[in-house]
């Protein structure tokens, strides 16, 4: 199905509303179509002294109908703001739930702000699909029915001259339509342009001011912003010009039935009154398909904004439950590589409709059809340009960790260790081979019941906008205030917290920016404290932090660790000493395997990074490695 369909598929649970909103605005039009006849009987009969209407009497008809119009007009805009609200949110949050089960590599391979665009501004513009052209369309669709036929029980001929002017109509529609929907398109991939520049370049403000680019980011956001303008002028334009048409067509009927009637009239067959009454009629047939050019804009736009949110509907995670997996009530701990290999698929869009100057933060406008259109053209969006690259990241990765104990990884950047720990809460799944958790492959257990069994800590923790409480049961909501206190002393960092006026209501902003390094990983880690995890991962979690920060933390770190299955990622090997086993990785394989003394006493990659950091290290640190060994 297209786009459109799916999305009035997904709209039937509101089709009864919509029949209410539609049926409200066919009574509404009693009134613009019983007008002209109270007109006609007013000129040909009252003011003739002829008929038993009384002016009062057509007047007062004229002044109910009017009222009970202007009231069916509140209800029916009321109902029509609720459906096309509710509508908007029901979606909405359908795609934000539908996103939040995406797997890590979909949002590695996006640009958030592009994603954040979809989910704010193109639902906005695809609600008014029904709410503001769909509805109205059908309402005039009656409307022009009911006329038409009016007109043709006062006068056929002049009914028929003026439904002759309906096949330009529609073959302005028609060629007008694909250049209209194209032209929003253009507008739309652009704003996501903006949108996806405008998320990184604030988030990286820091980056910005301290490498004085400002003037360089303006400069770029200014050209996108232009080439938004011109994609946003180009669209009004060819839709002003369809508007254009269409004025011109029913201004050229009324002149024509003018005359003809006009010269009826003065022939004696047919009277003043009914002149005027058909007249007014004509703009009741001629009205609403003048004002389809205007809704016609509305729906092509809608359409734009539909086909680019079924693109993410159409979107499925890399990673998600099988039919047959099972809950995992508790866990040992118990970790298993069996044989684990993995390679990452890159995809990367190939841009499409570039300028000339190759520029990516420019969308060209679509090209548009020279050829004339007899019936509706498909101007679906052609299915983007994928270029894939293959990196092989881990190779036949073999090793086990017994509950309770500390595995360390070590080893050169990009040797793959980030990318072995993502297999243990199947951020990623393996291409070959197995990962096993209390003897289970970690396919076969529910996603959710296995990620409650685990806790990350980073070296860049994200914290959320909101209060530290609300950053500390994250991970467990109905943690109690007794157990948020006991945690955070834990982690060292109920001290800090208590100094803070609000104390654990105090507003930490966005990612935590109020806080001090050490000050975010001591919450990360209260916050891994009150889940309460079996399996505990720490990646890089003591790097960049001062010396008092960092003695802070690694006791907080240690006491996080005891009991619990720990997987530590670090550079520096004086935290890695005291590990039950230590994995050397390089280029995805396993090089080296074992104790910090069984390490040193072969001649392998561990001993050069040993004796590569001891000649830089300070003299507690040195006595610290010495007292691993």
Known sequence: MSPVQRYLLWARPYWPMIG??????????????????????????????????????????????????????????????????????????????????????????????????????????????????VINLVMDLFLVLFAGAMLFKMNTMLAFIALAILPLYYLSFTNMNVRIRLAWRSVHRQMERISGTLVERMSGIRVVQAFNGEKIEKKRFNKQTHQHFKHTMSAHLVSNLLGRMSETLANAGGI???????????????????????????????????????????IQNSITNIERIFELFDEHPDVKDSPDARPM????????????????????????????????????????????????????????????EEREAMHDISFEAKPGQVIALVGPSGAGKSTLINFIPRFYDA?????????????????????????????????????????????????????????????????FIESFKDGYESIIGERGMRLSGGQKQRLAIARALLKDPQILILDEATSALDSESEALVTEALERLMEGRTTFVIAHRLATVVRADQILVIDNGRIVQRGTHKQLLREDGMYRKLYEQQLKAMKPEEMAELKYGT
């Open 20 to 133: 209410v909103i539609i049926t409200l605005g066919v009574i509404q039009f009693v009134q613009p179509l019983a007008n002209p006849w109270l007109t006609k009987i007013i000129v040909d009969e009252v003011l003739q002294g002829k008929g038993s209407w009384g002016l009062h009497e057509v007047v007062m008809v004229m002044a109910v109908i009017t009222v009970c119009g202007i009231a069916i007009n509140f209800i029916r805009g009321y109902l029509t703001a609720g459906l096309g609200n509710r509508m908007m949110r029901d979606l909405r949050d359908q795609l934000y739930d539908h996103l939040q089960r995406m797997s890590v590599g979909f949002y590695e391979q996006r640009h958030v702000g592009g994603l954040s665009s979809r989910i704010l501004h193109d639902i906005g513009g695809a609600q008014n699909l029904i709410g503001g052209g």
């Open 256 to 298: 024509v039935i003018w005359l003809v009637g006009g010269t009826l009239a003065l022939n004696g067959k047919m009277t003043a009154g009914e002149i005027i009454a058909f007249q007014m009629l004509l703009g009741n047939l001629y009205g609403p398909i003048q004002r389809f050019a205007d809704v016609n804009v509305t």
């Open 329 to 388: 009530p508790v866990c040992r701990g118990q970790i298993r590589f069996q044989d684990v290999s993995f390679k990452y698929v890159i995809r990367t869009p190939v841009p499409q409709h570039m300028n000339n100057s190759k520029d990516p933060d420019l969308v060209e406008k679509e090209p548009t059809p020279k050829r004339f259109f007899w019936l509706p053209a498909n101007v679906s969006p052609p299915k983007p340009v994928i270029e894939l």
């Open 431 to 495: 291409d070959k081979g197995r990962v096993f958790i209390d003897g289970m492959d970690v396919r076969d257990y529910k996603l959710e019941d296995l990620r409650r069994h685990i806790a990350i800590v980073l070296q860049d923790n994200i914290l959320f906008s909101g209060s530290i409480r609300d950053n500390l049961v994250y991970g467990r909501p109905d943690a109690t205030m007794a157990e948020i206190v006991a945690a955070s002393r834990s982690a060292n960092a109920h001290e």
